[in-house]
């Protein structure tokens, strides 16, 4: 008979080495992408009190939307909450690194940028942080991607990218949607 | 009403060696199609992974 035992043998031989070398395709895809374009799941463990936010350094309202640190660092803050991104509207240079910074303090939200890799949960109790580069600019829609409650569909702000000439910090190295030029 | 006739079973080789033959002659036939039907999904599945990964993914920039 055609099917005997060495052949059944032979086949799933040759199906298992077909499957180990896509699983090996496919695992140097993601370490190439994790170790020479630098693509990794975002992972900060930072623990914040989501009841005493507004009265937190870092994301009280004053405190909120993009600012060029000292060390030139560009970081956005943003709060995420039912059912609303505080700002709305956030500027961000392109070709430069940027760091989002977002927190909630009601429920879990979560966010993505549109046509970028940026994307990540947001839990009231911890900061989430993206570090990204934008290479587009213009207006990217970033909603909320985590159904949070009946205003989810929204709930959405978005990330105005500008190029780096654009980008104008003001004295307190802050710069918003409103002032940007 | 007559019975309509069944055959005994898959094993039922009593009708002779040419029935016998062409049964072993399918059984050689389809797994080699069956095979190929396979190749081509894989194929198709990693082609689709790889486009999504180069062409969509990877243009998206770096994030962590």
Known sequence: ?181 | MAEPSYPAGPHDYSSGKAELEQLEAAMDETPRGAIVVSLIAVGLLMIGWLGLYFLVFIPRGSVG
């Open chain 1, 1 to 181: 008979m055609a099917l005997s035992e060495e052949a059944v043998l032979k086949s799933e031989l040759r199906w298992a080495a077909i499957v180990a070398v896509i699983v090996g395709i496919i695992l140097i895809a993601i370490l190439y992408a994790a170790i020479a374009m630098h693509v990794n799941p975002p992972s900060n463990a930072e623990y914040i009190d989501p009841k005493t936010l507004h009265l937190s350094a870092e994301f009280t309202e004053s405190n909120l939307g993009t600012r060029v640190d000292p060390d030139g660092q560009v970081v956005a803050r943003v709060i995420a909450t039912q059912f609303e991104f505080v700002p709305n509207c956030f500027v961000l240079p392109a070709d430069r690194d940027v760091t989002i910074r977002l927190t909630s303090p009601d429920v879990i939200h979560g966010i993505l940028v549109t046509g970028t890799n940026v994307n990540t949960m947001i839990m009231p109790g911890w900061v989430s942080q993206v570090h990204t580069v934008f290479h587009k600019t213009g207006d990217l829609l970033m909603p909320c991607h985590e159904f949070c409650g009946l205003g989810h569909s929204q709930m959405m702000a978005t990330v105005r990218v500008v190029p780096p000439q654009d980008f104008h910090p003001g004295p307190d190295g802050r710069v918003s949607c409103d002032n940007r030029g």
